[in-house]
């Protein structure tokens, strides 16, 4: 009996796992160089801030809130 169990309980695993695999769909979009995007999800990120008249990277992430528009770097 416990090996039908076993046997039974692999089965269900690999089920739910292959369901979860083909159910979870990721998109990629690409945006022209130099274009402005909007966030459609708060985004965990490290961002650059201006520190006597010179860029420095943020010591930790920050969370940018959905909604906002993200530029991109002027000097690339």
Known sequence: MSHRLLSTAIG???VVSACFVGCVRQ???LVPAGECVQ???PVEAYIYVAVGGR???SAH???LPE???VLPDPED
Do not use: D, P, Q
């Open 27 to 29: 998109r990629t979009v």
């Open 12 to 14: 269900i695993v690999l």
């Open 55 to 57: 860029r420095e990277r």
């Open 39 to 41: 966030l459609a999800e």
């Open 61 to 63: 992430r920050v969370i």
């Open 67 to 69: 909604g906002w528009w």
